[in-house]
């Protein structure tokens, strides 16, 4: 069964730096496009940043020059950030679209989400 587990969030201060990671496992013929939301306490989910199978990146403006995104060869993403601001303030969820093996067609898996809160 194909899941994506994540790992690194956590609370810190102003200006700091955190480092999510989302590893899929399970028998995977490709993952395509793969990214990160964010869900703050009363808003709407917000797209954070996106990376395709062949690396192209795109990011909210909100977090340009500070968030990275990027993948591995096999089966994990990262999403680094830097300069870290009370309004990151959220829960983070991974996503890939993922074809398991033995299926051509790929389709949206999700994390299970990660708070990342930024407070002095």
């Known amino acids: 069964q194909v899941q994506l587990v994540e790992s690194g969030g956590g609370l810190v201060q102003p200006g700091g730096s955190l480092r999510l990671s989302c590893a899929a496992s399970?028998?995977?013929?490709?993952?395509?496009?793969m990214g990160w939301y964010r869900q703050a306490p009363g808003k709407e989910r917000e797209l954070v940043a996106t990376?395709?199978?062949?690396?192209?990146t795109n990011y909210a403006e909100s977090v340009k020059g500070r968030f990275t995104i990027s993948r591995d060869s096999a089966k994990e993403q990262y999403l680094q950030m830097n300069s870290l601001k009370p309004e990151d303030t959220a829960v983070y969820y991974c996503?890939?679209?993922?074809?398991?093996?033995?299926?051509?067609?790929?389709?949206?898996?999700w994390g299970q989400g990660t708070q990342v809160t930024v407070s002095s």
């Open positions: 990376i395709t199978s062949g690396g192209t």
């Open positions: 996503y890939a679209f993922i074809a398991p093996y033995g299926m051509s067609l790929s389709t949206p898996y």
């Open positions: 399970g028998i995977i013929f490709s993952i395509d496009d």
